[in-house]
């Protein structure tokens, strides 16, 4: 089977600026973030403790202590994994511990492709989460370096609430989905408990957004995704939509 990474190469719309970190870097070099919750994802230091730490306890933090969000996230993560011969694209994909699952039961000429911005992370994710139908690309969510209608499956998990302009990336998510297939999102949403006064100017300060109920669902529909489903676990919302199968390319 050819290397992932040839692979993924061949499904890029832009040059490939360096291969010699086991991913493909396609952006310039990394500049200064622009928040704490940006600076924190590309620290080395927060890219070695990301799984085994922080990324428990945030989860728990979703349902208060809970394991409602948990669950949820295990039945999603189970059905994103399933058997076939799909192309799979985790966005934001940190340290690949959704990349690597999403490739367990890919067939055929199934690959599963993470892209992040932090080199930290991607660089975690190369050492603890490659695997022979598992690859890497440093790309920016707001322009996914990919055309319309590639992949079978995209997913943005656990991710869209750091990102500098999310509804930009929830059309980047809608655009390369292939017709038919699936596009699958799991962030925040807005609650009694997260709407308390003050919050938003936490928030403002982190980088860190509580989505209200049908922002994403809505923009979602807007850029023409069909039968879309929210689950709202605690704190948080998984989402998932559809493109018809009748969708041309733009």
Known sequence: MTAPTDRIRALLTVPVRDDSAGYLDVLDPPEAADSLSLRVMQNPLFAE???RAWRPVFTRLFSLGGASTAVQDRTLTAHLSRSGDRKVLDVACGPG??????AAGLTGDGLSVGVDFSAPMLSRAVRDNSGARTGYVRGDAHALPFADNTFDTVACLAAL??????????DELARVVAPGGEVAVFTTVR???????GLGVLNKVSGFRIFGRHEITDRLAAAGLVDIEQTITGQGQFVTARKSPQTTSR
């Open 191 to 197: 609650t009694r408990i997260t709407a308390v006064p």
């Open 161 to 170: 609430y750091l990102i500098t302009d999310p509804f930009a990336v929830v």
């Open 97 to 102: 511990n959704y990349t690597r699952r999403f």
């Open 49 to 51: 403790v990301y799984e």
